[in-house]
Structures are given as structure tokens and as C-alpha cells.
């Protein structure tokens, strides 16, 4: 049941935008609709160059500290989705674009979905501190080989099965 909303949402879309089309001229007129859909574009551009970059400047702080970013980096996106909403002509995308574009909102929509999304991240140890390469505490998984200089070397091993041909 869940699968068949989003394709019927899709489909239903333009038939439920062009009937706002027709109720919003028919109270305003069709010059003053027009105007109110050219107005959400550009507000939907403006919007997303100022949200985007404080969004993006956060992301960044929350790595310089050590943190998980994954909450601003889903903001980021949902941002973009809120400006590509308002961008589309329509008022049932302006408002959902518009909701989009409120923190509380943001928020709301992020602990919804927090669960089902994983933000894989792949910092060397000691940048980015818990959340990257290491795993908490300092304990290793197993697939870790901890090298120091003297147990590295690049000569040919004689006995490798991934030698070359023209080796022998």
C-alpha cells in the first residue's frame, strides 16, 4: 500500500496543480497568478542560495568539532528539495516547499526518517573524531592491519600468486 501512494501522488500532481491554476485565477486573475508563480520561483532561487550556504557552513562546523553531520547534511538536501519545489510551477509544491524551508519542520521530517538513513563517512582516525574511520571506544572490527614503517615494504614477494607473468 505504501508503494502505490507515491506513483498516484505523482500521477495525481499536475491535475491537482492545474485546478489550483483555475481556482487561484478565477479569485485573483490570471495576470496576478502568474506573477504569484513567477514570485515563488525566484523566492525558491533566493532561498535556497541563502539557506543553502548556512546549511553547508554548519555541516562543515559540526565535521571541524568532531561531530556527525548527518542532521545538517539531510537539511541540505531537504533544502534543495524545498527550493526545487518552489522553483516547479504550482501552488501545492510552493506549499510544500515552503513548509520545507522551516527548521521545526526540517526537524520534524528528520526524525521521521533518521532511522532508515544511513550517513556513511570515511575520515581517517583522528579527524572527525567517533563517527569516522575508528570505531567508539578504540575497539577495531577485525579488518584493521595496523602497520608500522619497518613492518612495510614494497619488494616483490617470490611466492605471491598475484605476481606478473613476465616476473618469472
Same mark, same amino acid.
Given at each position: 500500500m505504501r508503494f502505490?501512494?507515491?506513483? %498516484?501522488?505523482?500521477?495525481?500532481?499536475?491535475l491537482i496543480e492545474i485546478a489550483g491554476f483555475v481556482l487561484v485565477g478565477r479569485q485573483?486573475?490570471?495576470? %496576478?497568478?502568474?506573477g504569484l508563480v513567477l514570485a515563488s520561483s525566484v523566492a525558491g532561487i533566493l532561498l535556497l542560495r541563502h539557506q543553502g550556504f548556512g546549511v553547508m557552513s554548519r555541516a562543515r562546523a559540526?565535521? %571541524? %568539532?568532531?561531530?556527525?553531520p548527518s542532521r545538517q547534511l539531510a537539511h541540505g538536501v531537504m533544502i534543495l528539495l524545498a527550493a526545487l519545489l518552489l522553483i516547479i510551477p504550482g501552488f501545492l509544491t510552493d506549499i510544500i516547499g515552503l513548509l520545507l524551508f522551516l527548521p521545526p519542520v526540517r526537524d520534524l521530517a528528520w526524525r521521521l526518517v533518521k532511522d532508515r538513513i544511513m550517513v556513511v563517512t570515511s575520515f581517517p582516525?583522528?579527524?572527525?573524531?567517533?563517527f569516522g574511520g575508528s570505531r567508539p571506544g578504540g575497539r577495531r572490527d577485525g579488518r584493521t592491519i595496523d602497520l608500522d614503517a619497518e613492518?612495510?615494504?614494497r619488494r616483490p614477494d617470490p611466492d605471491s600468486p598475484w605476481r606478473r607473468i613476465g616476473d618469472e
Amino acid at each position: 500500500m505504501r508503494f502505490f501512494f507515491l506513483p %498516484a501522488f505523482i500521477f495525481a500532481l499536475p491535475l491537482i496543480e492545474i485546478a489550483g491554476f483555475v481556482l487561484v485565477g478565477r479569485q485573483i486573475g490570471a495576470l %496576478a497568478t502568474v506573477g504569484l508563480v513567477l514570485a515563488s520561483s525566484v523566492a525558491g532561487i533566493l532561498l535556497l542560495r541563502h539557506q543553502g550556504f548556512g546549511v553547508m557552513s554548519r555541516a562543515r562546523a559540526e565535521v %571541524a %568539532a568532531g561531530r556527525d553531520p548527518s542532521r545538517q547534511l539531510a537539511h541540505g538536501v531537504m533544502i534543495l528539495l524545498a527550493a526545487l519545489l518552489l522553483i516547479i510551477p504550482g501552488f501545492l509544491t510552493d506549499i510544500i516547499g515552503l513548509l520545507l524551508f522551516l527548521p521545526p519542520v526540517r526537524d520534524l521530517a528528520w526524525r521521521l526518517v533518521k532511522d532508515r538513513i544511513m550517513v556513511v563517512t570515511s575520515f581517517p582516525n583522528g579527524f572527525g573524531g567517533g563517527f569516522g574511520g575508528s570505531r567508539p571506544g578504540g575497539r577495531r572490527d577485525g579488518r584493521t592491519i595496523d602497520l608500522d614503517a619497518e613492518d612495510f615494504s614494497r619488494r616483490p614477494d617470490p611466492d605471491s600468486p598475484w605476481r606478473r607473468i613476465g616476473d618469472e
